[in-house]
């Protein structure tokens, strides 16, 4: 059955890659773009009709749900910049999460719509000690103004008194995959093995919950396929596994068939960096019979295979 579906944040590579397998199953799909949005996301966006719009802005937000009328609702925007320094950044960052959430709940409530799902994210979480794995149940306990931001995005979808739409947060670990940002780490670690330049990585051990960007997208609409019964649900979307920086170069090194090397210059340890983070994924598997099928190594495979047929992409990250 036709599915007309509202994804926000369709500029982003997560946002991208779910709108595309979205519009494979057959759906009709609408996307919320910002005007600054990556023209190489953008690009691939011909099967769906896309609207520039301010997701702060409550009557554009109002409007544009009232002229769609989705029957779902797949918000994956998200602020920018990803790590805000002075006060002008973060107060725009909170405003964004905030006030963004409540226009786009409030304006779900009104038309109707049948579920809403979210991209959250691991960063609300605490640091845990090495094998405790991360649970939906944890307090949340951000150790960056990023992680601030999304406990307030959540508390605002969580909150009843904004109505009773149907609402699930899917929290979102490292995710990784074609389309991702050429900044972020993996991109970063393959440019540098083709290159032969040192990379620069994290000083000290470094843990991260890296899932393949497929992955993330089939458990979205796993999530998308059932109304959480209570009303209102929180899931992890991660593998389970910790990787530090080291394995994971190693890994690169072995998929790609190039020497890594490491500059002997570190980045010093942020105010995130946890030598362990892995999510328990037990809720996924029972409530939504959801697991990933992808382990690093065939998830970095798959991206090294994507970048190397992408030359759009390549032409961007090489310069």
Known sequence: MMTRVLVTGASGFIGANAALELVKRGCEVHTTVRQSGGPRQLAIGDSWRAHEVDLVDATAVRKLFESIQPDTVLHLAGPSPHHPRDASS????????????????????????????????????????????????????????????????????????????????ARLFNVYGPWEAPRRLIPTLFRSALRGDPVRI??????????????????????????????????????????GNRELVSLVAEVTGYDVRVSDERYPASDFSPEWWAADTDRMASVHNWSPRFDLRAGLEATWRWYNEAPDYWNGIQS
């Open 90 to 169: 973060r107060a725009s960052v909170l405003t964004y999460a905030t006030v963004g959430a409540l226009a786009i709940i409030e304006s779900a409530n009104q038309v109707g719509v049948e579920h809403l799902i979210v991209g959250g994210s691991s960063t609300v979480y605490p640091y845990v000690k090495r094998g405790r794995f991360l649970r939906e149940i944890d307090a949340y306990a951000p150790a960056t103004f990023r992680g601030v931001a999304k406990t307030s995005e959540e508390l605002v979808f969580l909150n009843r008194d904004v109505g009773d739409v149907p609402v699930s947060i």
């Open 202 to 243: 994290t000083r000290g051990k470094v843990g991260h919950d890296f899932v393949f960007v497929e992955d993330v997208v089939d458990g979205l609409l796993h999530i998308m396929g059932r109304t959480p019964a209570t009303g209102r649900e929180v899931v992890n979307l991660g593998t389970g596994r910790s990787t």
